[in-house]
């Protein structure tokens, strides 16, 4: 096995009393794809903002290339190869392609004081890298992004992240707004990533689309590690009961026939359901 290219150890994050992550390790390693799962208010989101630099970890450590570190901006996450795609792209409605693929890191021409944007060489580099993706009909980076596709968002920003030498790419929910042929489109990107050697850490609630394309998968309920295996351990139907509670799900159901049983036959009302749903153990 080849050394993490990014690695949590015991990491915890807390607001003031309120713990939202607690003891996760994780190792993000080159040419793989991480499926991140979990069901909304899991943690995923304060977990891809630890590894993208936007949160400090309360406790605990990351390492980065066998070395440990210590985030203290998104610069510094970028510094290191991370790079962090969320859902519409991270672009620029009314920017042009090319604008919008060097933001920040503009290329310039001409003699100080009189260097200014060269729009030819943008331009041409974008096209090219988002051909080189499949998005072959972007012909004309003078073109506004708020003019493409969700799919094309997506690849735009790919495409600039692998540019600028990004190793671990952080995909937040990319097909969560997209068509079957978008989202089937994105899937194609992340598999090409990952042909590239880039590690792909992909947050998604789509348990299809990470089954497709991932590796190794990490599953947090309430902030907590609930799950850590790789492709083929367990079925899809053992991962979505997973998100899911399947537990709860199944006590929740032998309330319910217990109710029915007891009230000859009629279900629940709703603020008896709702009686249920928070405690099961009830009278």
Same mark, same amino acid.
């Given at each position: 096995?080849?050394?993490?290219?990014?690695?949590?150890?015991?990491?915890?994050?807390?607001?003031?009393?309120?713990?939202?992550?607690?003891?996760?390790?994780?190792?993000?390693?080159?040419?793989?794809?991480?499926?991140?799962?979990?069901?909304?208010?899991?943690?995923?989101?304060?977990?891809?903002?630890?590894?993208?630099?936007?949160?400090?970890?309360?406790?605990?450590?990351?390492?980065?290339?066998?070395?440990?570190?210590?985030?203290?901006?998104?610069?510094?996450?970028?510094?290191? &190869? /991370? !790079?962090? %795609?969320?859902?519409?792209?991270?672009?620029?409605?009314? *920017?042009?392609? =090319?604008?919008? $693929?060097? @933001?920040?890191?503009?290329?310039?021409?001409?003699?100080?004081?009189?260097?200014?944007?060269?729009?030819?060489?943008?331009?041409?580099?974008?096209?090219?890298?988002?051909?080189?993706?499949?998005?072959?009909?972007?012909?004309?980076?003078?073109?506004?992004?708020?003019?493409?596709?969700?799919?094309?968002?997506?690849?735009?920003?790919?495409?600039?992240?692998?540019?600028?030498?990004?190793?671990?790419?952080?995909?937040?929910?990319?097909?969560?707004?997209?068509?079957?042929?978008?989202?089937?489109?994105?899937?194609?990107?992340?598999?090409?990533?990952?042909?590239? &050697? /880039? !590690?792909? %850490?992909?947050?998604?609630?789509?348990?299809?689309?990470? *089954?497709?394309? =991932?590796?190794? $998968?990490? @599953?947090?309920?309430?902030?907590?590690?609930?799950?850590?295996?790789?492709?083929?351990?367990?079925?899809?139907?053992?991962?979505?009961?997973?998100?899911?509670?399947?537990?709860?799900?199944?006590?929740?159901?032998?309330?319910?026939?217990?109710?029915?049983?007891?009230?000859?036959?009629?279900?629940?009302?709703?603020?008896?359901?709702?009686?249920?749903?928070?405690?099961?153990?009830?009278?």
């Amino acid at each position: 096995m080849t050394e993490p290219l990014l690695k949590l150890n015991a990491v915890c994050k807390s607001f003031g009393t309120t713990d939202v992550l607690s003891d996760v390790s994780l190792e993000v390693r080159a040419g793989e794809v991480l499926c991140l799962l979990g069901d909304n208010g899991a943690g995923k989101s304060t977990l891809i903002k630890i590894l993208s630099g936007f949160h400090e970890p309360s406790s605990g450590t990351m390492e980065a290339g066998g070395k440990k570190v210590c985030f203290k901006s998104p610069r510094d996450a970028s510094s290191h &190869g /991370i !790079a962090t %795609v969320h859902q519409f792209g991270g672009t620029f409605p009314l *920017m042009s392609i =090319g604008r919008s $693929f060097f @933001v920040g890191a503009e290329p310039l021409k001409g003699l100080w004081p009189l260097r200014r944007f060269d729009r030819k060489l943008a331009n041409s580099i974008a096209v090219r890298e988002m051909q080189a993706l499949g998005i072959t009909r972007i012909t004309d980076g003078d073109r506004l992004v708020g003019g493409l596709s969700g799919g094309e968002r997506q690849a735009l920003a790919i495409g600039r992240a692998v540019h600028f030498g990004a190793n671990v790419l952080i995909l937040d929910e990319p097909t969560a707004a997209l068509g079957v042929k978008e989202a089937a489109h994105v899937l194609r990107l992340i598999m090409q990533a990952r042909q590239k &050697g /880039i !590690a792909v %850490v992909l947050v998604t609630h789509n348990v299809t689309h990470a *089954m497709t394309v =991932g590796d190794h $998968f990490a @599953v947090l309920i309430r902030g907590a590690l609930a799950a850590d295996f790789h492709k083929g351990e367990r079925t899809r139907e053992e991962i979505t009961d997973l998100m899911a509670g399947g537990e709860a799900m199944a006590e929740l159901e032998a309330e319910i026939e217990a109710y029915q049983l007891a009230h000859h036959g009629h279900t629940p009302e709703p603020a008896e359901l709702e009686r249920l749903t928070h405690d099961p153990s009830g009278p």
